[in-house]
């Protein structure tokens, strides 16, 4: 895990929109992944703040989860709650590619 280090806190809405969109794409690679190795990185570089989770796994055909609209909760739910927070949300998979998981929050004056 790679993060950036800072004593300047976040908002407390966007801090647990964070947190529940990196715990829910941790849990998407335990449960369909198979991979080995999972990478988390985050930097703060012009007024974001860019999260990624990453992994070596299966990966998937993102058109055709999405299709399945029932079935990907956890993306969705990652999307709206990235959503609520006025940040980016990137997701990058292909079979047999792995996945990555992005993410680019805007800093305000108040984090």
């Known amino acids: 895990m790679d993060l950036p280090r800072t004593r300047q806190r976040l908002a407390a809405s966007k ?3 964070l947190f529940r969109i ?7 690679v335990q449960k369909h992944a198979a991979a080995s190795r999972i990478t988390v990185t985050g930097e703060v570089s012009a007024g ?9 796994g299966r990966g998937f055909a993102l ?16 999307r709206e709650r990235a959503e609520l927070v006025d940040a980016q949300l990137e ?3 292909a079979p047999g590619a792995g996945t990555r998981i992005s993410l680019a929050v805007p800093l305000g004056p108040e984090d």
């Open 48 to 56: 974001l703040l860019r999260l990624s989770v990453a992994d070596n």
């Open 22 to 28: 990196v715990q829910e794409a941790l849990q998407n």
């Open 63 to 78: 058109a055709e989860v999405a299709s399945r609209r029932s079935k990907n909760l956890g993306l969705i739910s990652m």
């Open 15 to 17: 801090e647990v929109a």
């Open 91 to 93: 997701i990058s998979s």
